[in-house]
Structures are given as structure tokens and as C-alpha cells.
């Protein structure tokens, strides 16, 4: 059973940065995309980010670029999210998905991890 734990989240200060942490098991890795999304309280849940874990330029949401890194270790099936320069508007809980390659909609979630920026 495909499983995504995150971890590394917690409360920073306006300016600050985290990193967070995504295990992925009982996957394929190479065969994923695996994003980062994010929703904050009474608001829907938003794309962050995504990486294509056999290689490929990431893509990010307009409101990170510059300031949000994803990145991956194969070796480790662990995909990261570094995030700098972090806004109160940046608070939400953070999730990390999976979906294969060919597919269009993330099969695979985790828990969350909650990000709290305070100004």
C-alpha cells in the first residue's frame, strides 16, 4: 500500500524557512510525479509544487516561485520542499501527493504537515 508521511513543519517567524520532508513508499518512484499542495483554514486546497522524480524541470505556483525549492533524493525515495523568505499568507497544512505519469489526478496523499508563519 502506497503510503506519503510528511514531516518538518511547525512555526516560523516571517522571513524564516523550513523544509519539509516527504517519505514515499511501496512506490515506484521513478514513476511519479510527486507534488506539494497546501490549504489554508476555510480556504480550498492549492498547488505548491510538483517534480517529476525520473527528472524534469519542477513547476510552481506563481505566489512560491522564488522562494519555494522542491527537490528529491531517489536514493532515499524522500522529496523535499525548502521554503524561504516564508509569509503569514504561507500558513496552511501541507500535503505531498503522488500520480503516475501518465495520469492527471494525484492518487496518492499524505497526512499533512502544518506550517504556521506568524508576522
Known amino acids: 500500500q502506497v503510503q506519503l508521511v510528511e514531516s518538518g513543519g511547525g512555526l516560523v517567524q516571517a522571513g524564516g524557512s523550513l523544509r519539509l520532508s516527504c517519505a514515499a513508499s511501496?512506490?515506484?518512484?521513478?514513476?511519479?510525479?510527486i507534488g506539494w499542495f497546501r490549504q489554508a483554514p476555510g480556504k480550498e486546497r492549492e498547488f505548491v509544487s510538483t517534480i517529476r522524480v525520473a527528472g524534469g524541470s519542477p513547476t510552481y505556483a506563481n505566489s512560491v516561485k522564488g522562494r519555494f525549492t522542491i527537490s528529491t533524493d531517489n536514493t532515499k525515495n524522500m522529496v523535499y520542499l525548502q521554503m524561504n523568505r516564508l509569509k503569514p499568507e504561507d500558513t496552511a497544512l501541507y500535503y505531498c501527493?503522488?500520480?503516475?505519469?501518465?495520469?492527471?489526478?494525484?492518487?496518492?496523499w499524505g497526512q499533512g504537515t502544518q506550517v504556521t508563519v506568524s508576522s
Open positions: 501527493a503522488a500520480r503516475q505519469i501518465l495520469q492527471n489526478q494525484y492518487d496518492y
Open positions: 511501496e512506490l515506484t518512484f521513478g514513476q511519479y510525479y
